[in-house]
């Protein structure tokens, strides 16, 4: 059984830092693609950023430039670094990874992490 756990949210002024990780627990799995996504208030849960297992990765319009994601492979860890913060990050961010079990994959979703930006 797998098991995602997130950490890193918090309250942060605008113009600051954070950075969230994602780590799943378990053991006899290979981790596919990873990739964060936020829900903000009122709003559609939306895209921030991906990376295959290659190391490819796309980000969202509105966070080029501002965020990286990466991923170590031995820590079956994923990280989104986020910078320059504005009010409209504010979001329940979640990762979710795509898991490898005996050829099927599934998606597997943190239980969220609150990312509030203040002005």
């Known amino acids: 059984q797998v098991q995602l756990v997130e950490s890193g949210g918090g309250l942060v002024q605008a113009g600051g830092s954070l950075t969230l990780s994602c780590a799943a627990s378990g053991s006899s799995f290979s981790i596919n693609d990873m990739a964060w996504y936020r829900r903000a208030p009122g709003q559609q849960r939306e895209l921030v950023a991906r990376?295959?297992?290659?190391?490819?990765?796309n980000y969202a319009d509105s966070v080029k430039g501002r965020c990286t994601i990466s991923r170590d492979n031995a820590k079956n860890t994923v990280y989104l670094q986020m910078n320059s913060l504005e009010p409209e990050d504010t979001a329940v961010y979640y990762c979710k990874l795509d898991i490898e079990f005996w050829a099927i994959t599934t998606s597997y979703w943190g239980q969220g992490t609150q990312v509030t930006v203040s002005s």
């Open positions: 990376i295959t297992s290659g190391g490819s990765t």
